[in-house]
């Protein structure tokens, strides 16, 4: 079993939809939490970065920490067509002697006109 | 302020042969790390660099090496192909590293095609 559980989708939702993007965990020393947006034929884009457990809000996006369920998610508002493509979670424990990043395997999201 | 700069974007290599990959980080990053992406297994991490030491190694075999520069530039080779190393390979550079967790900057990637 991975250490960062996803679900691949696809996912599609009409425009101005709310979409809801979720990760499991299983590593409870993970403390670092991001979301990464790729699109096709590109490197991922670091769309959110929390550090422990709560809520952090950036414009249309929302991701959520909940430590004690080992549950992250991330909120889209307003989803538009520009917003599809593939979401990669990630999250890293606290190290001294440098970090990797165990990634999700990621979903990938449609948004139709 | 240019991004992380990946070359080549494309390649294609048959089985037993080496390759080279090369990575610019963001001016002023000191930090390079490599991941290898697939549609089976996701991303994975390879090894990650700081001032030109290895500071960290996921686990791949012993094929799969590195190195950084004087000047944070980093190379990535993999000896002997397998048809299992087609992948989108990814450069990483961050601020630094230390104690606390440093945001990652991708870079396109180089997609590798082994035959």
């Known amino acids: 079993q991975k250490e960062v559980e996803q679900d691949p989708g696809p996912l599609s939702v009409p425009e101005g939809a709310i979409v809801s993007l979720n990760c499991t965990y299983s590593?409870?020393?993970?403390?670092?939490f991001m979301w990464y947006r790729q699109y096709s034929r590109k490197g991922p884009e670091l769309l959110m970065y929390t550090y422990s457990s709560g809520n952090k809000e950036d414009g249309r996006f929302t991701a959520q920490v909940d430590k004690s369920s080992k549950y992250i998610s991330l909120f889209i508002r307003d989803s538009q067509p520009s917003d599809s493509a593939t979401y990669l979670c990630a999250m890293s424990a606290r190290s001294n002697s440098g970090y990797a990043l165990n990634f999700g395997k990621g979903t990938s999201l449609l948004v139709t006109p | 302020k240019a991004g992380v700069t990946q070359t080549p974007r494309y390649l294609i290599k048959t089985r037993g042969q080496q390759v080279t990959l090369s990575c610019s980080p963001i001016s002023g990053h000191r930090s390079v790390s490599w991941y290898q992406q697939t549609p089976g297994q996701g991303l994975q991490f390879l090894f990650e660099?700081?001032?030109?030491?290895?500071?960290n190694k996921g686990n791949f075999p012993g094929r799969f090496s590195g190195r950084q520069f004087s000047n944070s530039r980093s190379e990535m080779n993999v000896s002997t192909l397998e048809l299992g190393d087609s992948a989108l390979y990814l450069c990483a550079s961050s601020l630094k590293v230390g104690a606390t967790n440093e945001k990652l900057f991708f870079g396109s990637g180089t997609q590798l095609s082994v035959l």
């Open positions: 590593n409870s020393a993970f403390q670092y």
């Open positions: 660099y700081f001032s030109e030491t290895q500071r």
